[in-house]
């Protein structure tokens, strides 16, 4: 069955240090989302891509953060300069249109310290 | 500010009852809803969609719409203790965004 993957499955990283969380999506899928998720709280919406721009962010994707889908099967989110508070899972969904279902990968789990 | 509105429970259920999961939305032009499942620290994983009015039933699940009165709702029958989660309500914006509720979480009592 198809499956959403995410790389690492979990990533401790320094204040301050640049991270790039990978996804693979769903092969047929053309909407891609990265979602986060602090610990004990609601899952958040960051950013939607397709056709190979974002299409919609919320104020959480500020200018620390940026997504790119550099070869036809990966899709990647740098956050430029960690912060303590980015410490979070992060989830990335794929689907096949913008009405249809989104399907999550495992998550990577992003500690700052 | 749009919304998507749950109460957080938790909600407790004797195991074989019927747990009921309500939620609200306020974007109007929202188009598909959703419910996810996520137990404690996994992903989400999707378990019943619904795009018309009305109910959509899938094995021991069904989903209700009622777009005029921007309702969702998750019906599990025959309550198991592995449907112990919490449950994410979410709907599908008209600007490329799926937003989330905040969850409810349920508890069924063996």
């Known amino acids: 069955e198809p499956e959403v993957t995410q790389t690492p499955s979990h990533q401790v990283t320094q204040m301050g240090q640049e991270v790039i969380l990978r996804c693979v999506p769903i092969s047929n899928h053309l909407y891609f989302y990265w979602y986060r998720q602090i610990l004990g709280q609601k899952v958040e919406f960051l950013v939607s891509?397709?056709?190979?721009?974002?299409?919609?962010k919320s104020e959480i994707f500020d200018d620390q953060f940026s997504v790119e889908r550099p070869d036809g099967s990966n899709f990647t989110l740098k956050i430029r300069s960690t912060k303590l508070e980015d410490s979070a899972m992060y989830f990335c969904a794929s689907s096949e249109t913008v009405e249809a279902e989104a399907f999550f990968g495992q998550g990577t789990r992003l500690t700052v310290v | 500010q749009k919304e998507v509105e749950q109460n957080s429970g938790p909600l407790s259920v004797p195991e074989g009852a019927i747990a009921s999961l309500n939620c609200t939305y306020s974007d109007r032009g929202s188009q598909s809803f959703f419910w996810y499942r996520q137990y404690s620290g996994k992903s989400p994983e999707l378990i019943m969609f619904i795009y018309s009015n009305g109910d959509k039933e899938d094995g021991r699940f069904t989903a209700q719409l009622n777009k005029a009165s921007q309702y969702v709702s998750l019906l599990i029958r025959d309550s198991q203790p592995s449907d112990s989660a919490t449950y994410l309500c979410a709907v599908a914006e008209e600007d490329d965004k799926i937003i989330f509720g905040k969850g409810t979480r349920l508890h069924i009592l063996p």
């Open positions: 891509f397709y056709n190979n721009e974002i299409s919609e």
